[in-house]
Structure formats: C-alpha cells, structure tokens
C-alpha cells in the first residue's frame, strides 16, 4: 500500500510559474525524499530532508517538511516546460524498502 | 559510468506465462531493489538483495522471486502471470543506504 498521498493529483501551470506540490505521510520517519518521473520511465532522485531539518534548497527546488504534520511540500520556482514530470516524494520503512506516494503529475506549459 | 540498466525494455507475455527481467546495478553498488509501478500509480516495493540474499519484501505473492549474482545482478521472476501483472518494473541500486537510490529506465511489463 501507498505511504500517503501527494497533493494535487495534477498540476498544470505556465512557464516561469511556481510549482508547489504536498506529501502526507503515515508514519514516524527519519527522512523524506523526492524523486522525479518522466514519462513513465526511471525515477531520479531530486533531495532528501532529514527529519530534524524544516527547510532545504537545491537550485530552483525547495522542501519543506513538517513532522507534527506529517507532511511536506516541494516548490519549483521559475517552471520550465522540461519540469514536466510526475513527482512523488518517498519514505524509508525498515531496512532500505522505499514508500512511495502516490505522486504529483505536474505539466508545465511553454 | 553507466547507471542502472535493464532488460528488456518492453515484454509482452500471454496469462500463465513466466517471466524474467533483469538488472544490471550501477558500478560500486552492492544492493538491489524491485519496484512495480502500476499505470498512474506511485511504484511498490517488491524486494530487495543484498550479498546474494532477499533482505526484505514488500507484500507481494511467492509468484514474484528473485536472484543476486555474485556481481552482483539481479533477477526478477515472475509465474503464472496474471493481467493484473501487467506494469512498469523498476530496478534501484544501492550502496548501503537508502537516499540517493539510482533508478533504471524500468521494463514495461504487459500481460494478455
């Protein structure tokens, strides 16, 4: 079964548009991670946020996490058409098995 | 240095069939997980290897099996396919931890 839920299912915005997508989860975690999806194929890795952080940036991209909510958010400012993917934010349970959300599908139009 | 890579990259196969994909991890990595990811759902953890052992499962049927080779490649093997197997299959290295997880471009499963 599915950790949680991202929020919106579907995003679908302009060109240099902000892009903020949620992820609530179930659980106690240690950290929290996103990854990005095109079209169906591989997933790639985006950032992770440990439980005792709130905020943290990489490039145009910034996670928040809020463990009294279980929840998180991711933002992408200034979207470009190659943003264009389906996001889902993941959580470690036992060993090394990822949960993954059920996933933002985010289309950013030229 | 290549990533994560597998094969084939698209398999059609009939009800009641066998089936087996396989992983190649990225260089240095030791561990291997499976994913099934069903259309427009997030992937599910199927079950990862580590030193040529099944460390951990997700809540999948004994149908779904698998294997780590000494250099540590991967198998997935899937019987008595049902329809409900049809999916995209990802594979994920490792080296000890989880973040930081490298994905293969996945292989798409459909079962007729």
């Known amino acids: 079964s599915q950790q949680g839920e991202e929020d919106p299912q579907a995003l679908s915005i302009q060109e240099g548009e902000n892009a903020t997508m949620n992820c609530s989860y179930k659980?106690?975690?240690?950290?929290l991670q996103w990854y990005r999806q095109n079209s169906g194929r591989g997933l790639v890795h985006l950032i992770l946020?440990?439980?005792?952080?709130r905020e943290k940036h990489s490039g145009r991209l910034r996670v928040t996490l809020d463990t009294s909510k279980k929840s998180s958010s991711l933002l992408i400012t200034a979207s470009r058409a190659a943003d264009t993917a389906s996001y889902f934010c993941?959580?470690?349970?036992?060993?090394?098995?990822?949960?993954f959300g059920t996933g933002t599908r985010l289309l950013v139009s030229p | 240095d290549a990533g994560v890579t597998q094969s084939p990259t698209h398999l059609i196969k009939t009800r009641g069939q066998q089936v087996t994909l396989r992983c190649s991890p990225k260089?240095?990595?030791?561990?291997v997980s499976w994913y099934q990811q069903a259309l427009g759902q997030g992937p599910q953890f199927i079950f990862q290897?580590?030193?040529?052992?099944?460390?951990q499962r997700g809540n999948f049927p004994d149908r779904f099996s698998g294997h780590q080779f000494p250099n540590y490649s991967s198998e997935l093997n899937v019987n008595a396919l049902l329809l409900g197997d049809s999916a995209l299959y990802l594979c994920?290295?490792?080296?000890?931890?989880?973040?930081?997880?490298?994905f293969g471009s996945g292989t798409r499963l459909t079962v007729v």
């Open positions: 993941a959580t470690r349970r036992g060993f090394q098995k990822l949960v």
């Open positions: 659980t106690s975690i240690n950290n």
């Open positions: 946020i440990r439980s005792n952080e």
């Open positions: 260089s240095g990595h030791d561990t």
């Open positions: 290897y580590y030193e040529e052992e099944e460390r």
């Open positions: 994920a290295s490792g080296r000890g931890q989880p973040y930081g997880y490298t």
